[in-house]
């Protein structure tokens, strides 16, 4: 018989296949390349509409702390648990997360009420 040995920090991944980026959710456990669980996730950055991950808000194990790690740096995502391409170390050494300033949408349509009556002229 053979022995089989699961890939750092996954005791159940080789009982579950990976899963899509889209699928990871707030508290999912993040665990380095050196098996170290390094914390949670905080929150996702990516576009879901065109399928563009860029990274993940990752809350580290000391309270408060929120760090950023790229897309790149992610590894292997299974259900419940995203592993990473660094060690605990490299990750404890992130920079902070930033939130991404909000956005400003407009709509198509009438424009508001005073840009409407500058377009035309008023004031």
């Not at 296949?17 to 390349?33: H, M």
Request: net charge negative; aromatic share 8%.
């Amino acid at each position: 018989m053979g022995v089989f040995s699961s890939p750092p920090g996954g005791e159940s991944s080789d009982t579950a296949d990976p899963v899509s980026w889209l699928q990871i959710a707030q508290g999912w456990s993040v665990v380095a390349s050196d098996g170290v669980s390094i914390g949670s996730v905080s929150q996702v950055e990516g576009d879901k509409q065109d399928d563009i991950f860029d990274g993940l808000a990752v809350q580290l194990a000391q309270p408060g702390q929120i760090v950023y790690v790229a897309g790149e740096q992610v590894g292997l995502i299974y259900p419940d648990r995203v592993t990473l391409k660094i060690t605990s170390a490299e990750a404890n050494a992130l920079e902070p997360f930033q939130p991404p300033a909000p956005e400003t949408k407009w709509l198509p349509g009438k424009p508001p009420g005073r840009l409407s009556r500058w377009m035309r002229g008023g004031r």
